[in-house]
């Protein structure tokens, strides 16, 4: 009970989730996408990094296309947890695009260790993976985001763009919007119900993890758990439909 309110459990469920996109409507903001970030006005960019879960990406799209409005995916090539070579995952990540999404690279310079030594390096793999990704899916990636930022690069990365596309921790859009995370399914800043109904929030830079958001409140790592549990399941029941379709027994 003292974690279940400590770490805000009730705020992670597909409800909560609509409330506070309810909210930001009601308090006049503009969902835009992020190569629309120096528009004026009182404006909102929504974005979900897919760390874990694009099958709760499609859910909270399916959310956000119900209340009308326009959120940003960033998909991860390097993911542990998922394959964007999947003919089911490239499925899912195309159904969120139609349902009115932007979609944009979730890099992880992580992978490539010593590899990336300027920002020349980085923008050649940056370049390497947009195109991987536009070849995959058959639009342009206008935007990415760092995985784990803090630890994305031993230089300072401010620029406005890199290969082509709007770096979302540029150093205008930081300073000019206020930020709120669930990284690991907790608030890592502040209650984004608190910042959302905050007066001084002016515009909003939201980042939140589809695997983050649930039907019932759960603790943040049975929710992490939760996502491994379908994957696994999932993988099952594809391995045994193949055996029944090419004729082949499972020994037990």
Same mark, same amino acid.
């Given at each position: 009970?003292?974690?279940?309110?400590?770490?805000?459990?009730?705020d992670?469920?597909?409800?909560?989730?609509?409330?506070?996109?309810?909210?930001?409507?009601?308090?006049?903001?503009?969902?835009?996408?992020?190569n629309?970030?120096?528009?004026?006005?009182?404006?909102?960019?929504?974005?979900?990094?897919?760390?874990?879960?694009?099958?709760?990406?499609?859910?909270?799209?399916?959310?956000?296309?119900?209340?009308?409005?326009?959120?940003?995916?960033?998909?991860?090539l390097?993911?542990?947890?998922?394959?964007?070579?999947?003919?089911?995952?490239?499925?899912?990540?195309?159904?969120?695009?139609?349902?009115?999404?932007?979609?944009?690279?979730?890099?992880?310079?992580?992978?490539?260790?010593n590899?990336?030594?300027?920002?020349?390096?980085? $923008?050649?793999?940056?370049?390497?993976?947009?195109?991987?990704l536009?070849?995959?899916?058959?639009?342009?990636?206008?935007?990415?985001?760092?995985?784990?930022? #803090?630890?994305?690069?031993?230089?300072?990365?401010?620029? $406005?763009?890199?290969?082509?596309?709007?770096?979302?921790?540029?150093?205008?859009?930081?300073?000019?919007?206020?930020?709120?995370?669930?990284?690991?399914?907790?608030?890592?800043?502040?209650r984004?119900?608190?910042?959302?109904?905050?007066?001084?929030?002016?515009?909003?830079?939201?980042?939140?993890?589809?695997?983050?958001?649930?039907?019932?409140?759960m603790?943040?790592?049975?929710?992490?758990?939760?996502?491994?549990?379908?994957r696994?399941?999932?993988?099952?029941k594809?391995?045994?439909?193949?055996?029944?379709? #090419?004729?082949?027994k499972?020994i037990?």
């Amino acid at each position: 009970m003292f974690n279940r309110k400590k770490f805000n459990f009730d705020d992670f469920t597909e409800n909560a989730f609509r409330k506070c996109i309810q909210t930001v409507k009601l308090k006049g903001f503009n969902f835009i996408s992020f190569n629309e970030y120096q528009k004026a006005g009182k404006n909102c960019l929504w974005r979900h990094d897919i760390d874990f879960s694009p099958h709760r990406g499609l859910a909270l799209a399916k959310i956000e296309q119900e209340e009308g409005i326009h959120a940003n995916y960033f998909i991860w090539l390097h993911s542990d947890f998922y394959n964007l070579l999947e003919l089911e995952i490239v499925e899912i990540i195309n159904r969120i695009k139609n349902l009115g999404h932007s979609i944009g690279l979730h890099f992880d310079s992580g992978f490539y260790g010593n590899a990336i030594a300027s920002k020349d390096g980085l $923008e050649k793999k940056l370049e390497v993976e947009k195109k991987i990704l536009e070849d995959i899916f058959g639009f342009e990636i206008h935007s990415f985001s760092f995985h784990n930022p #803090v630890v994305a690069s031993n230089f300072s990365v401010d620029d $406005e763009k890199l290969a082509g596309m709007i770096n979302v921790y540029n150093k205008e859009l930081q300073n000019s919007y206020t930020y709120c995370s669930d990284s690991f399914c907790y608030w890592r800043f502040r209650r984004l119900m608190d910042v959302i109904e905050d007066p001084e929030t002016k515009r909003l830079h939201a980042l939140t993890h589809p695997e983050c958001w649930t039907e019932s409140p759960m603790s943040p790592y049975a929710r992490i758990l939760r996502a491994f549990d379908g994957r696994k399941k999932k993988s099952q029941k594809k391995y045994e439909m193949r055996s029944i379709k #090419v004729g082949r027994k499972l020994i037990k």
